[in-house]
């Protein structure tokens, strides 16, 4: 079965961290671009971050940048979202996804082949 599963999301305080993981079975992570999105109450899906295949191209959101770190281990078929000094604005519900491809489009774009179901982050205190 193919899919993506994460984890990691929870309740943390303002100036917290949180780590997310999003796991990939049943097909091999290292061909495909990954990129982290997040949708909050009321609002649009936005993009995060991405990574080229490789691991060796990221891209961050300016409201992310500083903050937030992706990275990726094709080896354990994992993609990761370090989040640091959390803000209350950074609640929402966190998706990976991936797209069959080894390099970065401009802004994270393009069609996405597998989706996770979403993990919770709430920041508040």
């Known amino acids: 079965q193919l899919q993506l599963v994460e984890s990691g999301g929870g309740l943390v305080q303002p100036g917290g961290s949180l780590r997310l993981s999003c796991a990939a079975s049943?097909?091999?992570?290292?061909?495909?671009?990954m990129t982290w999105f997040r949708q909050a109450p009321g609002k649009e899906r936005e993009v995060i971050s991405c990574i080229s295949a490789g691991g060796g191209d990221t891209r961050y959101a300016d409201s992310v940048t500083g903050r937030f770190t992706i990275s990726r281990d094709n080896v354990r078929n994992t993609l990761y979202l370090q989040m640091n000094n959390l803000k209350p604005e950074d609640t929402a519900v966190y998706y990976c996804?991936?797209?069959?491809?080894?390099?970065?489009?401009?802004?994270?774009?393009?069609?996405?082949?597998?989706w996770g179901q979403g993990t919770q982050v709430t920041v508040s205190s």
């Open positions: 996804a991936a797209r069959l491809g080894l390099l970065i489009l401009r802004g994270c774009e393009g069609e996405y082949d597998y």
């Open positions: 049943g097909f091999t992570l290292g061909a495909y671009v």
